[in-house]
């Protein structure tokens, strides 16, 4: 059974630091990229960050030098360290598996983030 779990959300004054957690179960781990995503309030879905299962990395030009993502292969484990938070980056996360050659594509079920004063 594949499991992919999201943590570490909640409120955060502007300025401060989140670190989410993405842990996973039932897959092959090395072979997924993982990603980020994030919903706005109001808004659609759209990317954040994402490292591939070579470790390449991409990030969304809003969050670029605020967020590292990472993984962690021993731990089958993603990873978003986001600073410098601003209210904008207010959304629910969702961690996101993905291997494309075999079309398996997961979802986490969202963490909360809120950076609020």
């Known amino acids: 059974q594949v499991q992919v779990v999201e943590s570490g959300g909640g409120l955060v004054q502007p300025g401060g630091s989140l670190r989410l957690s993405c842990a996973t179960s039932?897959?092959?781990?090395?072979?997924?990229?993982m990603n980020w995503y994030r919903q706005p309030p109001g808004k659609q879905r759209e990317f954040v960050a994402g490292?591939?299962?070579?470790?390449?990395?991409d990030y969304e030009d809003s969050v670029k030098g605020r967020f590292t993502i990472s993984r962690d292969s021993a731990k089958k484990t993603a990873y978003l360290q986001m600073n410098s938070l601003k209210p904008e980056d207010t959304a629910v996360y969702y961690c996101?598996?993905?291997?494309?050659?075999?079309?398996?594509?997961?979802w986490g079920q969202g963490t909360q983030v809120t950076v609020s004063s």
């Open positions: 039932g897959i092959m781990f090395s072979a997924y990229a």
């Open positions: 490292v591939s299962s070579g470790g390449r990395i």
């Open positions: 996101n598996a993905n291997w494309i050659a075999m079309r398996r594509d997961y």
